[in-house]
T-cell receptor, first 112, second 114 residues
Framework: KQEVTQIPAALSVPEGENLVLNCSFT??????LQWFRQDPGKGLTSLLL?????REQTSGRLNASLDKSSGRSTLYIAASQPGDSATYLC???????????FGKGTKLTVNP | KAGVTQTPRYLIKTRGQQVTLSCSPI?????VSWYQQTPGQGLQFLFE???????NKGNFPGRFSGRQFSNSRSEMNVSTLELGDSALYLC?????????????FGEGSWLTVV
């Protein structure tokens, strides 16, 4: 059974700092990994999708890497801003299914 | 274009009642999935529909059911509500389902069972 873990559960940083969020999964046979953002009381917003054959994806200040063999992914946020404050979730898919297996998320607070 | 639309956004039900939640996917999307989010368990997969057929189902009791219509709109139903069913129910859609698709989520339906 696939399990996804995110560490740390919460992170507080000053504005402008570069930071890394971690995600690990127990079964390396994934199809892809997706990072989401969730603001309080809201749904999820997709940030980056990494196919299993890819090593990384970039969008603006965000960079996500994937190491399938070690079962790890990182989300790098450059020059953090207060608007980045949210919960960040990673999720993986397996087989041909769209079913996402989520981690519990990292709650990020960026202080002005 | 319009995103994934879920209705109602908030509702309060009594134990033993049933509830139906609705989801309209992004135009052109044929795959719809449902998730339950609680503080303790996080996000858990309920079911996935594609072209009116359930393709995948999570580990939830039979009280949880769903369906998809020919226009890709989907509904989920929970019967005989229990206090533990209080959660945010999220609907997601994608073009064809399956791996490789970016998945888009709605804002969710907040269900409180009292």
């Amino acid at each position: 059974k696939q399990e996804v873990t995110q560490i740390p559960a919460a992170l507080s940083v000053p504005e402008g700092e570069n930071l890394v969020l971690n995600c690990s999964f127990t079964d390396s046979a994934i199809y892809n990994l997706q990072w989401f953002r969730q603001d309080p009381g809201k749904g999820l917003t997709s940030l980056l999708l990494i196919q299993s054959s890819q090593r990384e994806q970039t969008s603006g200040r965000l960079n996500a890497s994937l190491d399938k063999s070690s079962g790890r992914s990182t989300l790098y946020i450059a020059a953090s801003q207060p608007g980045d404050s949210a919960t960040y979730l990673c999720a993986v898919t397996q087989g041909g299914s769209e079913k996402l297996v989520f981690g519990k998320g990292t709650k990020l607070t960026v202080n002005p | 274009k319009a995103g994934v639309t879920q209705t109602p956004r908030y509702l309060i039900k009594t134990r033993g009642q049933q509830v139906t939640l609705s989801c309209s996917p992004i135009s052109g999307h044929r795959s719809v999935s449902w998730y339950q989010q609680t503080p303790g368990q996080g996000l858990q997969f309920l079911f996935e529909y594609f072209s009116e057929t359930q393709r995948n189902k999570g580990n939830f009791p039979g009280r949880f059911s769903g369906r998809q219509f020919s226009n890709s709109r989907s509904e989920m139903n929970v019967s005989t509500l229990e206090l533990g069913d209080s959660a945010l129910y999220l609907c997601a859609s994608s073009l064809t389902g399956g791996a490789g698709n970016t998945i888009y989520f709605g804002e969710g339906s907040w269900l409180t069972v009292v």
